[in-house]
């Protein structure tokens, strides 16, 4: 099992910027790709960003340039970098981590991603 925790959500007027954590504890985080998803109200969550377990990061096309992913496997840690935000970018951000081959594996899919956190609310007014 891998338990994750999101934080650094928040109110941000447009234009502004948000860098959110998610903390794994459980397995060994290293193992894992870790994802991001986003779900705004009365739509279907939906890809944001992913890293590999070797590091190799993955974005939806809109938000390479303004959103960066990292993470630190010392600390378990992943992170979204988010600059730029637009309204349209209010949602509550999910972490996810799972088990995605680097051949052929689906990085923007849902179903590759077993364990979720709670979610954190971003809200970004105009």
């Known amino acids: 099992q891998v338990q994750l925790v999101e934080s650094g959500g928040g109110l941000v007027q447009a234009g502004g910027s948000l860098r959110l954590s998610c903390l794994a504890s459980g397995r060994t985080f290293s193992n894992y790709a870790m994802g991001w998803f986003r779900q705004a109200p009365g739509k279907e969550r939906e890809f944001v960003a992913a890293i590999s377990n070797g590091g190799i990061n993955y974005y939806k096309d809109v938000m390479q340039g303004r959103f960066t992913i990292s993470r630190d496997n010392v600390k378990n840690t992943g992170s979204l970098q988010m600059n730029s935000l637009k309204p349209e970018d209010t949602a509550v951000y999910y972490c996810?981590?799972?088990?995605?081959?680097?051949?052929?594996?689906?990085?923007?899919?849902?179903?590759?991603?077993?364990?979720w956190g709670q979610g954190t609310q971003v809200t970004v007014s105009s």
């Open positions: 996810a981590a799972g088990t995605i081959s680097s051949y052929g594996g689906d990085y923007y899919a849902k179903s590759s991603y077993r364990y």
